[in-house]
């Protein structure tokens, strides 16, 4: 039985709620990296650590009034913890910065790339695309919400990665024995807030 959940780095990528008050505007339409926003939420055994990553760039196409596309980028060495503060903040940074989770000076990004949508009731939509982390790519879907929002395109959702797919190995009990209360789940979840103009 497995009984590894995993870090869980929150991946919802902003896409709003209801329905529009009008179709939105056929084009690509950019990210804006400042006001868009990814929290992440890592588990273990004996408790969490939440944070967040800064999104360097991306875009979401829309034909026809509707979402058909985009992707978005991370900024890998932005990576903060939030839930606490001074030496163990510091320290818990660097570590996940370093080779033994995402290796940020090799790998300074991670991109999610959409390759199919399908769009549900009451404005959500089936995300389809592949996630790219330390240069393994793998599919990755999830369901999304969006909405216009004073003139720009807003979206949320969750996306729930397996570390265990990308060679995020630290702490990992699908590649090590006994870790007991040390073992961190493999599943990470971002919470994406993405915002385009």
Do not use: C
Not at 82 to 92: A, C, H, R, V
Not at 126 to 147: N, P, R, Y
Request: aromatic share 8%.
């Amino acid at each position: 039985m497995k009984t590894i959940k995993s870090l869980s780095v929150a991946v919802l990528v902003g896409i709003g709620f209801s329905a529009f008050a009008g179709k939105m505007v056929d084009g690509k339409h950019e990210v804006l990296s400042k006001e868009s926003q990814i929290n992440w939420v890592g588990e273990k055994v004996t408790g969490q650590h939440e944070g967040t990553v800064n999104i360097k760039d991306g875009e979401l196409i829309v034909q026809n009034g509707e979402l058909v596309g985009g992707s978005f980028e991370m900024d890998m060495s932005s990576i903060a913890v939030t839930d606490i503060q001074g030496e163990y903040q510091q320290k818990l940074e660097g570590h996940l910065k370093s080779d033994d989770f995402f290796g940020v000076e090799k790998y300074p990004t991670a991109k999610y790339v959409i390759t199919s949508v399908k769009k549900e009731s009451n404005g959500q939509y089936k995300i389809a695309g592949k996630m790219t982390i330390k240069d393994v790519t793998k599919q990755v879907e999830f369901m999304a919400d969006l909405k216009e929002e004073k003139e720009n395109i807003v979206g949320t959702a969750s996306i729930v990665i397996d570390r265990a797919d990308f060679n995020v190995r630290y702490g990992s009990g699908s590649f090590f024995d006994n870790l007991g209360d040390n073992m961190i789940y493999d599943d990470f979840t971002l919470n994406v807030n993405l915002i385009a103009n």
